[in-house]
């Protein structure tokens, strides 16, 4: 059974930077091509960042782009989420999730894409 552990959320001031860990147990890790996601008070949650298998490939929504970089140790079942810059419209439940995939390149946007789910890490950005 596929479990997500994540951590590293908190409270920082607009401007200051932020890492998320997310780990994953139970199976093997490269096997998995992961996602970030946030979910804000009265929003839908929204996609951040994507990450292959292989670690080779990644992508990110617009409002992070050049702000916000994935990426993934696959000998420590681990990926990682760093946050420069962060703004107050940042805050929310930041989620990891995984998809078992046969295609290590492959990278995947929509939620619904995703079979497994972290429990969500709180980040609070203040302005």
């Known amino acids: 059974q596929v479990q997500l552990l994540e951590s590293g959320g908190g409270w920082v001031q607009a401007g200051d930077s932020l890492s998320l860990s997310c780990t994953l147990s139970g199976r093997t890790f490269s096997d998995y091509s992961m996602g970030w996601f946030r979910q804000a008070p009265g929003k839908e949650r929204e996609f951040v960042a994507a990450?292959?298998?292989?670690?080779?490939?990644?992508n990110y929504a617009d409002s992070v782009k050049g702000r916000f970089t994935t990426s993934r140790n696959n000998a420590r079942n681990t990926m990682y989420l760093r946050m420069n810059s962060l703004k107050p419209e940042d805050k929310a439940v930041y989620y990891c999730?995984?998809?078992?995939?046969?295609?290590?390149?492959?990278?995947?946007?929509?939620?619904?894409?995703?079979?497994?789910w972290g429990q969500g890490t709180q980040v609070t950005v203040s302005s």
């Open positions: 999730a995984a998809r078992r995939t046969d295609d290590s390149r492959a990278l995947y946007y929509s939620s619904s894409s995703y079979g497994y």
């Open positions: 990450i292959s298998g292989s670690g080779g490939r990644s």
